[in-house]
């Protein structure tokens, strides 16, 4: 499985646009690139995945180069309530009974 | 709510003794997952589900551990001789079959074992 890597921690302003890179050097050519949020005490929400290019839903946008060796979530104006834990995760989702692979993740505060 | 729930929510146990927290998935999904979740730290794969057989099992799953899904409904995680390194968050999560990608925790038992 591919490795992620990512921030350990980052702090934002509310109302800010807050990008998360991901970096995953060796992911191969059936990885996809899923994002999970996880608020305290609660279990990971999945986010939003992507393959190539861009995608964006209602919560958030996820940009991935052409050698897709990086990706990076974007979250348009943040707000206290974005505050959480955000993992990258790249597998392949066609598998179909690949348990979902977690790193340490990213702490985003929101800051008022 | 039809979303995944876990019993109990917090458990706090002494060294030694045998717990048991249950799951219960979205009712149409085949698929279920058991983790664990240490402070500071994703989320570990211990086992999966599909419908009532067991496919797979971590390293992480000692013989202290043991999970059921006796009829592809809800599951039971069993710790026996619970040791102080158990202490963890434990999520339960579920998938409809061919989707594991996009998988739906559950909030968490949180052991604690003194």
């Known amino acids: 499985l591919a490795k992620t890597t990512q921030p350990i921690s980052m702090d934002s302003y509310e109302g800010q646009e807050v990008n998360i890179t991901c970096s995953h050097n060796n992911i191969a050519t059936n990885d996809y690139i899923t994002w999970y949020q996880q608020f305290p005490s609660q279990g990971p929400r999945f986010i939003i995945q992507?393959?190539?290019t861009k995608v964006t839903n209602e919560v958030a946008s996820l940009f991935i180069p052409a050698d897709r060796k990086s990706s990076t979530l974007s979250l348009p104006r943040v707000s206290l309530s974005d505050t959480a834990v955000y993992y990258c995760l790249v597998g392949d989702r066609d598998s179909g009974n690949t348990p979902l692979v977690f790193g340490k993740g990213t702490r985003l505060s929101v800051i008022a | 709510d039809t979303g995944v729930s876990q019993d109990p929510r917090h458990k706090i146990t002494k060294r030694g003794q045998n717990v048991t927290f249950r799951c219960d998935p979205i009712s149409e999904h085949n698929r279920l997952y058991w983790y664990r979740q240490t402070l500071g730290q994703g989320p570990e794969f211990l086992t999966y589900f599909q419908n009532e057989a067991q496919l797979e099992k971590s390293r992480l799953l000692s013989d202290r551990f043991s999970a059921e899904r006796p009829k592809g409904s809800f599951s039971t995680l069993e710790i026996q001789r619970t040791e102080q390194g158990d202490s963890a968050m434990y999520l339960c999560?579920?998938?409809?079959?061919?989707?594991?990608?996009?998988?739906?925790f559950g909030p968490g038992t949180r052991l604690t074992v003194t």
């Open positions: 992507g393959y190539k």
């Open positions: 999560a579920s998938s409809p079959q061919g989707i594991s990608y996009e998988q739906y």
